[in-house]
């Protein structure tokens, strides 16, 4: 009798076994890689949408835009998460192995922000000043209106399309100073600012929690204008980009569905909430 009941068990076992192996095979994994900017967000996105589709397994890891496009060129990841457009080079590299020029997905806005320590006097710069700053033409808070003390630049790895994107936009394509500390995130990045009275650094304007947001004026003579949805909608706000997802090519199936989410009024809500603004 016992040993019947252990036969019976194991015949349970084995069976419950290929069901949870079937109901595996039968969800669709979409596997999302790349910028630190867009990290927190796709997570936020990937956590709402698995839980009204259980079908579908969304895996989310940052690493920088560089990381996530050279795993779609790789054939690693499905979607490539970016802070930054696509470079020649690399669709080429796609249109090399794949026959395509990749699938670009504008999926939220931002507006690059600079962030200062609480105690800085300085309440607004112009991108000529920016860009001397981390040119290290300017070197003292005071020479912009500050206290006389020494600026220390903070700012991303060279993975980053946050980095890139500042460099070829702020920098007008100049390398960043030498004494810039480079840091592997952008939550680093302000967790070095807030520690640092002196400090000033970049990155995504959902991060900027604990530290001073510094206007930015397109000259001398405009306003200044930090980081709002009003001023990213109106171009007023001189440091506004596009956040991407990139696929080799165009989405089709669970992606494509989950694509449709993102760009429909939950996925666009959960952009602000995070504190990026929608792209609609």
């Known amino acids: ?36 900017t867009l990290v927190i967000l796709a997570q936020r996105w990937a956590e709402k949408y698995m839980a009204s589709h259980s079908d579908v397994v969304i895996q989310v890891t940052g690493g920088g835009s560089g990381v996530g496009i050279s795993a779609l060129i790789n054939g690693t990841t499905d979607f490539a998460n970016a802070s930054r457009e696509m470079k020649k080079s690399e669709i080429d590299k796609l249109k090399q192995r794949y026959n395509t020029l990749g699938n670009e997905i504008k999926v939220a806005k931002d507006g690059i922000t600079l962030y200062a320590n609480a105690a800085n006097a300085v309440d607004e710069l112009s991108l000529a000043q920016i860009k001397a700053i981390y040119l290290a033409e300017i070197t003292n808070w005071r020479d912009v209106g500050g206290d006389d003390a020494p600026i220390v630049l903070y700012g991303r790895e060279n ?34 600012v807030v520690k640092d009275k002196n400090g000033i650094g970049y990155g995504g304007a959902a991060y900027a929690e604990g530290i001073k947001v510094i206007k930015v004026k397109k000259d001398a003579s405009s306003p200044g204008y930090a980081p709002t949805a009003a001023s990213v909608k109106s171009n007023q706000y001189p440091i506004a980009r596009y956040l991407y997802m990139y696929s080799r090519s165009k989405p089709t199936g669970a992606m494509k569905a989950y694509v449709d989410w993102i760009l429909g009024p939950e996925g666009q809500e959960l952009v602000t909430k995070v504190g990026y603004f929608p792209v609609k």
Do not use: E, W
């Open 1 to 36: 009798m016992k040993k019947r009941i252990l036969n019976q068990i194991r015949v349970i076992a084995v069976a419950l076994a290929g069901i949870m192996l079937f109901v595996a095979a039968a969800k669709k994994t979409i596997t999302i890689k790349g910028s630190d």
């Open 159 to 192: 993975s980053s399309g946050t980095y890139v994107y500042f460099r070829d936009n702020v920098l007008d394509g100049n390398d960043y100073s030498a004494t810039m500390q480079s840091l592997p995130g952008t939550a680093a990045v302000v967790n070095a």
